[in-house]
């Protein structure tokens, strides 16, 4: 009896472990085709390029910026681990590109093309309403929901968070600029970032420039809310601007031109200490 019941036993073994291989081997396959060319011979920053390079019009995240680092080195790991574990995706873009030369657009086809072997919702803002009725007549948008407005408005962000319901896994902030713009935003949006969702804040190289100041009379800039939130990660203290780092934010990550920033789960063992 106790030979059969180990037998048994064996038996069930081999069987989680053969369920286990075949998953491995599904997930695997469901690589896009893109990522499955180039995985044996590109970094996950490499990846990333090669794959905006690919498309019309190249995003200017690729060539004007460098923004490959941060997003190959946190967005793709992000999407393949979601993928391997059944979870879909909310993703949001501040800025469908409606001021660039190439026009808008570009970087809706890099999210779709990364995303299109997951499981997702794709939102867009944009707040040159004209812009984004004629991207729908040409078909730029198809599958892609839109939120129009100001982003230096609270009040149109909250109500972008009413129509989307919120709790996105990744924002990016590729919109005005302007540093209440990006402020007003960040406060808003973060609280509606999910546990473990990443947030991206693109070109803080014009942070001091008079172009793109804080015209809500508070004289914000950015790069010193991020350095202090940073200090008080570290450190424990409060430099430069004595304004307490939001709640959840877990690590801040800046390379040039641009910051990323992740918030708590509660779930990750071993992470770092949240704020």
């Known amino acids: 009896m106790q030979g059969s ?44 390029f090669s794959i905006a390079n690919k498309l019309r019009p190249i995003s200017d995240k690729v060539t004007k910026h460098k923004y490959s680092e941060s997003y190959g080195t946190f967005l793709l790991p992000f999407i ?46 944009e707040i040159d309403n004209l812009c984004v009725d004629q991207s729908r007549q040409k078909g730029l948008l198809d599958g ?32 005005g600029h302007a ?10 949006l973060w609280p509606a970032l999910a546990p473990g969702g990443l947030y991206f804040i693109e070109d803080l190289q014009v942070c001091r420039l008079s172009d793109w100041k804080d015209e809500s009379g508070n004289n914000r800039v950015m790069m010193d809310l991020i350095h202090s939130w ?10 430069i601007v004595d304004e307490k780092i939001p709640k959840g934010v877990r690590w801040i990550f800046c390379q040039s031109e641009m910051c990323v920033i992740a918030k708590c789960d509660e779930n990750v063992l071993h992470a770092s200490r949240c704020s």
């Open 144 to 175: 892609i929901n839109v939120l129009v407005g100001d982003q230096r408005n609270t009040t149109v962000l909250k109500e972008w968070l009413s129509i989307s319901k919120g709790q996105f896994n990744i924002i990016i902030d590729d919109g």
């Open 230 to 239: 940073n200090e008080q990660l570290v450190t424990g203290r409060t430099i």
């Open 179 to 188: 540093q209440d713009q990006i402020y007003n935003s960040f406060m808003t």
């Open 5 to 48: 019941a180990r037998r048994l036993r064996n038996t069930r073994f081999n069987e989680s472990i053969n369920n286990v291989h075949s998953l491995e081997r599904l997930h695997s396959n469901r690589l896009n085709d893109v990522e499955r060319l180039h995985s044996n011979r590109l970094n996950d920053v490499e990846l990333f």
């Open 80 to 125: 393949r681990r979601r993928r391997l574990m059944h979870l879909g995706i909310k993703f949001l873009e501040i800025g469908l590109g409606c001021d660039m030369n190439y026009g808008p657009g570009s970087s809706v086809k890099i999210w779709k093309e990364l995303l299109r072997d997951t499981d997702h919702e794709l939102w867009e803002a």
